[in-house]
């Protein structure tokens, strides 16, 4: 129906101005909703991705400390796993470890091994004094296998194997750093001269060193 020409009454105009505003406030209200919706969507999905970077950078540390490891050198003496001395940059230098502050003791993996076998050893280097102390172990203690009496050394680990690179270890007081080696079961010299010779079956001991340090001798066979 058509309207009639002319102003229309004031009730009428109020009315439609009213129902025009209530149109336009719930327009607005529907927009700043879909925003708010659209904002909390966005830092949603942010806070995922953090949490996976996080996960990502966890596992690569992880991988990185299990395949870091150290390995073992025949007929030399060589770190083993139990060795964990440290130094507190933030501390005072040590004073140099004297022969009187260490101890060495030897262990033999089996009391008796075939001719053929390789026996294995090691020594656990203890600091006896009551103070940290440091000492140049980049060669390693020694192990040297000799003739149950004493009186005939065979075999000495570094006689053909040079000496490392100097490493300055600092050991806490009553703090312990284990070592392992390999023998082939032959004779070595000084500087690794003349031939080396299958050692026959019989009754051996080994005796770790370090400078003027050495531990008790530990006894072994060699069986056929």
Do not use: H
């Not at 192990?143 to 490493?167: H, I, K």
């Not at 023998?183 to 019989?202: I, K």
Request: some cysteine; proline content about 9%.
């Amino acid at each position: 129906m058509l309207e009639p020409n002319g102003p229309l009454p004031p009730e009428i105009y109020w009315r439609r101005r009213a129902l025009a505003i209530g149109v336009i406030v719930v327009a607005l209200a529907l927009v700043i909703w879909l925003v708010t919706l659209v904002a909390r969507g966005g830092d949603s999905s942010g806070g995922t991705e953090a949490a996976a970077t996080t996960s990502s950078s966890s596992t690569t540390a992880t991988t990185s400390s299990v395949s870091s490891s150290t390995s073992e050198t025949s007929e030399s003496a060589t770190p083993s796993e139990e060795a964990t001395p440290t130094t507190d940059p933030d501390e005072p230098a040590a004073q140099p470890c004297t022969d009187q502050s260490l101890a060495l003791k030897v262990t033999v993996g089996q009391p008796t091994y075939r001719v053929g076998d390789q026996p294995g050893f090691g020594t656990v280097i203890t600091n006896i004094s009551s103070a940290p102390c440091a000492r140049d172990l980049g060669a390693g203690p020694q192990f040297l296998v000799y003739t149950l009496d004493g009186q005939r050394r065979l075999w000495a680990s570094d006689d053909c194997n040079p000496d490392g690179p100097p490493e300055m270890k600092t050991l806490k007081a009553g703090e312990q750093l284990s070592y392992k080696g390999t023998w082939f079961g032959t004779t070595s010299q000084p500087e690794c001269a003349g031939d080396r010779l299958p050692v026959p079956a019989g009754a051996y001991m080994v005796v770790a060193q370090l400078g003027a340090v050495r531990s008790a001798a530990e006894p072994f066979n060699l069986a056929e």
